[in-house]
T-cell receptor
Framework: DTGVSQDPRHKITKRGQNVTFRCDPI?????LYWYRQTLGQGPEFLTY????????KSRLLSDRFSAERPKGSFSTLEIQRTEQGDSAMYLC?????????????FGDGTRLSIL | AQKVTQAQTEISVVEKEDVTLDCVYE???????LFWYKQPPSGELVFLIR??????QNEISGRYSWNFQKSTSSFNFTITASQVVDSAVYFC?????????????FGTGTLLAVQP
């Protein structure tokens, strides 16, 4: 049983560049979440997909951020014109779609550093 | 508004000591779910347990036990006979049944250091 996979593990880029992260959820999970975690804090919700539909976006997700899940399988999170404040760990999670309170299973995350 | 508070920022214990991690939550929902996750130094969040708001039975799994009390809005986590491998950041989280997303609201975490 493969878990949630995220790529890359680390990304270092200059301010103003665009970056894209990929998440491959557990295969039978139709719910997919993106979170952001900064040092010393708990993860904060960014956005949620059920299959290919993006059903909720946090206010944290400015217009420089966009996420897709084109075929209801893998998802990408793109950040345009990166800023220093975007430096964080970006976590992807997936869960089964039946009922509430299904445990979310997390990937190892992508650590983004903005120079 | 929903909120999770983990007042203990860091706890240090010596191996074999028992330790309790506190979690207090706020929600206006009548149906909700509470979770504990472990984040070891490697970074991956590992799911430990889920409780729903209608089930206040305490749960024990090996050296781990959880005490859920709706009267005090608390969901505390106890590790018995701690081991060095228990060293990690532990997060308590809340999700609402009424919301469409079941997104998790996390506390700020408690860093547990178990010294040999």
């Amino acid at each position: 049983d493969t878990g949630v996979s995220q790529d890359p593990r680390h990304k270092i880029t200059k301010r103003g560049q665009n970056v894209t992260f990929r998440c491959d959820p557990i295969s039978e999970h139709n719910r997919l979440y993106w979170y952001r975690q900064t040092l010393g804090q708990g993860p904060e919700f960014l956005t949620y997909f059920q299959n290919e539909a993006q059903l909720e976006k946090s206010r944290l997700l400015s217009d420089r951020f966009s996420a897709e899940r084109p075929k209801g399988s893998f998802s990408t999170l793109e950040i345009q014109r990166t800023e220093q404040g975007d430096s964080a760990m970006y976590l992807c999670a997936s869960s089964l779609g039946s009922g509430g309170g299904q445990p979310q299973h997390f990937g190892d995350g992508t650590r983004l550093s903005i120079l | 508004a929903q909120k999770v508070t983990q007042a203990q920022t860091e706890i240090s214990v010596v191996e074999k000591e028992d330790v309790t991690l506190d979690c207090v939550y706020e929600t206006r929902d009548t149906t909700y779910y509470l979770f504990w996750y472990k984040q070891p130094p490697s970074g991956e969040l590992v799911f430990l347990i889920r409780r729903n708001s209608f089930d206040e039975q305490n749960e024990i799994s090996g050296r781990y036990s959880w005490n859920f009390q709706k009267s005090t809005s608390s969901f505390n986590f106890t590790i018995t006979a701690s081991q060095v491998v228990d060293s990690a950041v532990y997060f308590c989280a809340l999700s609402s049944h009424g919301g469409a997303t079941n997104k998790l609201i996390f506390g700020t975490g408690t860093l547990l250091a178990v010294q040999p």
